[in-house]
């Protein structure tokens, strides 16, 4: 069966400095895998998915993430943090064995910045 | 497009009544589907539907939980009786069937559910 593991519930970092959430998933099969991000009171929102080619994935707000099958690892870096990150941070896994519709999420990791 | 639209926002119910929420997918997806987020559990899928038919229930917890999404614009989750441990926020998500395998899920702004 699918999972995804989340390292860390809170991760704080100061405005300007590197943003690291550290995802690794279990499939038996070739996953697809997304970060979505969660702002306080909304909905969820993708940041940005990897299917198949490249295995640097940009998204929106700056954001990137590696695949690396060896590692079973999609981590999530942002450069500089920016006070607007703060947020709640999903990374969710699907595969063909389950249903590619069908998302498997991590527990989550909420981003602090501070000034 | 406005979004996938959820209502209510809030809903504070006693135990053992009926709970309905109601969502509206974005125009012309073709997936739907129905999340419950608590801080327990995280993020589940409870059930989705293509082209209104449910697919894939696994999720839904007991028996006092049903969906069903009459035409492509409406949908319903419905907790009868409810329990104080069905407190949670529930999502709805629609998709679009442009790449089947892997196109984005827009999700709701949630329905937020207590129950006494």
């Known amino acids: 069966a699918q999972s995804v593991t989340q390292l860390g519930s809170h991760v704080s970092v100061s405005e300007g400095a590197l943003v690291l959430l550290r995802c690794n998933y279990s499939?038996?099969?070739?996953?697809?895998l997304f970060w979505y991000v969660q702002y306080p009171n909304q909905g969820l929102q993708l940041l940005l998915k990897?299917?198949?080619?490249?295995?640097l994935v940009k998204g929106i707000n700056g954001f990137e993430a590696e695949f690396k099958k060896s590692e079973t690892s999609f981590h999530l870096t942002k450069p500089s943090a920016h006070m607007s990150d703060a947020a709640e941070y999903f990374c969710?896994?699907?595969?063909?064995?389950?249903?590619?519709?069908?998302?498997?999420f991590g527990t989550g990791t909420r981003l602090l910045v501070s000034p | 497009d406005a979004g996938v639209i959820q209502s209510p926002r809030h809903e504070v119910t006693e135990m053992g009544q009926e709970v309905t929420l109601r969502c509206k997918p974005i125009?012309?997806?073709?997936?739907l589907f129905w999340y419950r987020q608590t801080m327990m559990r995280g993020l589940e899928l409870l059930i989705y539907?293509?082209?209104?038919?449910?697919?894939?229930d696994s999720g839904m917890p007991e028996d006092r939980f049903s969906a069903k999404m009459p035409n492509a614009s409406f949908s319903t989750l419905k907790i009868q009786p409810s329990e104080p441990r069905d407190s949670a926020v529930y999502f709805c998500?629609?998709?679009?069937?442009?790449?089947?395998?892997?196109?984005?899920?827009?999700f709701g702004p949630g329905t937020r559910l207590t129950v006494l």
């Open positions: 998500a629609s998709s679009p069937l442009r790449e089947i395998y892997t196109d984005t899920q827009y």
């Open positions: 499939s038996s099969v070739p996953p697809y």
């Open positions: 990897y299917t198949t080619g490249a295995t």
């Open positions: 969710a896994v699907s595969d063909q064995d389950t249903g590619f519709q069908k998302l498997v």
């Open positions: 125009s012309g997806h073709d997936y």
């Open positions: 539907f293509n082209n209104n038919v449910p697919i894939d």
